[in-house]
């Protein structure tokens, strides 16, 4: 299919009706899987890191750097956050992975979320009475950390070298954000967000999914508004939630794609309910305007999912929309589809080269990709 012709969104995806124009619908990919290893998030692995999850008997994690994280690579350089992570409902705290066994924790509280972004030492341009005195004291203590650390380098082996470069790029991205804390971007959309509440709940302790998803699509919006970082993740819920449930439902979804017999009505409406906080999302980038445009028109916003089929742990099919078109990056209101069951990885690959990365190919191996989908480029 392409641009111009006739297409609809499927009845799954019509919460999402009023982003037809922004949305580039990919359908038809697929994401190998052997049927080994942990099934659960292997096939997420395999899509967001392009090879398998790395195990050691049943102890697993992500194998590699996910693409979220490479593109915070190369989008946040100059930013205070290179990105943030979040979820309305997400006990395993997102699949974000700078590395093996080192996840971008997902933050969980809308309070914390906000503190951390807007709380603080963070003002607008031109607020108050200029940067606060305490973050040149903070600079110079950790000035004297690094020197320290770069003494103990010399003296240790391999393995604690690593470890403390790892704790030296953390020092190192702390001083970014004192920097930016220091001198502010002047950018007209930036304002700060409602203070959320320190606590949200409904009644018989069920999770406000809906509330919370609003609180923080609004903070990351106003984070990305702000420039305070470029790339963010909204982990809305865990894979595998057994103790979750949705509204209206008395078994959590996870379980209903195993167990509910088929046509599955129930796990239909659980899709239904995902789709309508993704439009949650969308819609709170798309509500602040920036330039000749909104936030969302400047940005590409993927959505999917951990699988294809949720009763087959499949990665046939793979689910993927992307929304937004990143300045005219992407042709928009359009529908493609892989007759040949092409490798999902195609799409990170896509995504890359669209933010103006240079990446020759994503994956390895089965996962390799080396042909961007060209047929959605501009």
Known sequence: ????????????????????????????LDVPYAGVG????????????GEPLSMTGEDWTFSGKTFDQVFADHLG????????????????????????????????????????????????PGEGDGPDPKLALERSVLDVIIADIDDLKKQVGTSDRIRLEQHFDGIRAIEQQLAKLENPPDLEACAYPATPQSVYGVEGGLTAFEEINGVFSQIAAYALACDQTRVVSNWFTAAVANGTLFPGQDDSHH??????????????????FCMSAFNQFLEALDGIEEGDGTLLDHMIVLGTSDCGSGKLHSGIDFPIALVGGGDGALVTDIHWR?????????????????????????????????????????
């Open 1 to 28: 299919m392409g641009q111009g012709d006739a297409w609809q969104l499927s009845d799954q995806l019509m919460p999402l009706a009023g982003f037809k124009p922004k949305m580039t619908l990919v359908t038809g």
């Open 77 to 124: 350089a100059d930013t205070r956050f290179k990105s943030l992570e979040f979820g309305a409902d997400n006990k395993r705290q997102g699949l974000s992975y700078t590395g093996p066994y080192a996840q971008a924790p997902a933050e969980t509280s809308p309070y914390a979320f906000f503190e951390r972004v807007f709380g603080g030492s963070f003002s607008l």
């Open 38 to 49: 942990e099934p659960h998030f292997d096939t997420a692995c395999r899509f967001m890191v």
């Open 338 to 378: 892989s007759a040949a069951g092409d490798n999902a990885t195609r799409v990170p690959l896509t995504l890359a080269r669209a933010l103006g990365i240079d990446m020759a190919s994503f994956g390895v191996g089965e996962h390799e990709a080396t042909l961007s989908i060209s047929e959605i480029e501009t």
């Open 255 to 272: 379980s209903l794609t195993h167990f509910e017999a088929d046509p599955q009505p129930h796990v239909h409406e659980c899709m239904l």
